[in-house]
């Protein structure tokens, strides 16, 4: 069964700190994976996007790695701002039609406080 | 640009009653998505459209219906409302399929009573 899992749940952080949000998926055939932030009451915007041959991929002060071979993305945030505080959404897009098959995470739900 | 916006932003329906959703997005963007979104569940695809005129049904259809009679705008209709369609709905449109991202309007908040 296609699944995308997301850990942790939910994560409070200070201002400043770093942070580290974790993927796991089994979606099969794998095409690309993407993380979107969801701030609360707005709709998902896109941070990054990463085919099967790209390991890393950087937005500012987030970084998203992949490893196609263990089925791993992590998101790191530098620097955290209170602006950081939102949901982040792993999605995995297999192949398939004009939808790309994009499996959706739960999502990671991140407060950063003073 | 506006991007893509959803009309109305809340709404409270009784069960039985139908209603409209309405997406317009102002960047020429062939495919445009409808999803829902409930608790501790991911975005799922309710329908989908790659052109003017053509609608396909996504992974939870059922109970919905939806209309794209200009490029720029793509209805989600429901006909007779029942409680299990309480949700928060995001419209999404992109350029193309593959890599290409997809922008998200700012969602509708129904509940059906």
């Known amino acids: 069964k296609n699944q995308v899992e997301q850990s942790p749940q939910s994560l409070i952080i200070l201002e400043g700190k770093n942070c580290t949000l974790q993927?796991?998926?089994?979606?099969?055939?794998?095409?690309?994976l993407r993380w979107y932030k969801q701030d609360t009451g707005r709709g998902p915007v896109s941070l990054t996007i990463m085919t099967f041959s790209e390991n890393t991929k950087s937005n500012g002060r987030y970084t998203a790695t992949l490893d196609a071979d263990t089925k791993q993305s992590s998101l790191h945030i530098t620097a955290s701002q209170l602006s950081d505080s939102a949901s982040y959404i792993c999605?995995?897009?297999?192949?398939?039609?004009?939808?790309?098959?994009?499996?959706f995470g739960t999502g990671t739900l991140l407060a950063v406080q003073p | 640009n506006a991007g893509v916006t959803q009309t109305p932003k809340f709404r409270v329906l009784k069960t039985g009653q139908s209603m409209t959703l309405l997406c317009a997005q102002d960047m020429n963007h062939e495919y445009m998505y409808w999803y829902r979104q409930d608790p501790g569940m991911g975005l799922r695809l309710i329908h989908y459209s790659v052109g003017e005129g053509t609608t396909a049904k996504g992974e939870v259809p059922d109970g919905y219906n939806v209309s794209r009679l200009k490029k720029q705008n793509f209805l989600l209709g429901l006909e007779s409302a029942a409680p299990s369609q309480t949700s928060v709905y995001f419209c999404?449109?992109?350029?193309?399929?593959?890599?290409?991202?997809?922008?998200f309007g700012p969602g509708t908040r129904l509940t059906v009573l």
């Open positions: 999404a449109s992109s350029s193309q399929t593959g890599w290409n991202e997809q922008f």
């Open positions: 999605v995995v897009g297999g192949y398939g039609g004009a939808t790309n098959k994009l499996i």
């Open positions: 993927c796991n998926y089994t979606v099969s055939p794998f095409s690309n």
